[in-house]
T-cell receptor, first 113, second 112 residues
């Protein structure tokens, strides 16, 4: 019974490059959430998606960040033109329905040089 | 946005019960109390949740006061692997507002 999977687990990018983070929800789950954790801080909500729909993106930075959850395949969090301040752990969670318990993946650690 | 208050840190002797308190004095009638923990920067792990009644599962027990303004997470026999940051989160079930707000949590250290 596979849990939430995220890849890559670690990602190193130079300033100005693009970062693509992938999240495969638990089997049977159709709701995906992305959170970001800056060093020594708590997790902060970024975006909530269902298949092919963005439900709530109130936590997403206005520029350079985008997310999608296509009909087929994993959810993707995309960061364009990364800056050093984007260095963080990015966690994905999934749930069966929107109001059900969220289960988290192991995270992707992004380091921007 | 913080709707919960937790002590910054706690220690617990290995094998003893760990009792982690949480205050949520402004909780609404449709809001649940959730507990997660994060072990050394791993992904948060769901522990337990409840609305009014006390709850127990294989990991922990959740005691919610009758007025629902506070709760206690109980790990009955703490082990060294329970050392983690524990987050108490108040969450309403409503369409389109399903994000979890993680505060600073309680850093629990289990001492051998």
């Amino acid at each position: 019974n596979a849990g939430v999977m995220q890849n890559p687990r670690h990602l190193v990018r130079r300033r100005g490059q693009e970062a693509r983070l992938r999240c495969s929800p638990m089997k049977g789950h159709s709701h995906v959430y992305w959170y970001r954790q800056l060093p020594e801080e708590g997790l902060k909500f970024m975006v909530y998606l269902q298949k092919e729909n963005i439900i709530d993106e109130s936590g997403m930075p206005k520029e350079r960040f985008s997310a999608e959850f296509p009909k087929e395949g994993p959810s993707i969090l995309r960061i364009q033109q990364v800056v050093r301040g984007d260095s963080a752990a990015y966690f994905c969670a999934s749930s069966g329905e929107g109001f059900e318990t969220q289960y988290f993946g192991p995270g992707t650690r992004l380091l921007v040089l | 946005d913080a709707k919960t208050t937790q002590p910054t840190s706690m220690d617990c002797a290995e094998g003893r019960a760990a009792n982690l308190p949480c205050n949520h004095s402004t909780i609404s009638g449709n809001e649940y109390v959730y507990w997660y923990r994060q072990i050394h920067s791993q992904g948060p792990q769901y522990i337990i949740h409840g609305l009014k009644n006390n709850e127990t599962n294989e990991m922990a027990s959740l005691i919610i006061t009758e007025d629902r303004k506070s709760s206690t997470l109980i790990l009955p026999h703490a082990t060294l692997r329970d050392t983690a940051v524990y987050y108490c989160i108040v969450r309403a079930y409503q369409t389109g507002a399903n994000n979890l707000f993680f505060g600073t949590g309680t850093r629990l250290t289990v001492i051998p």
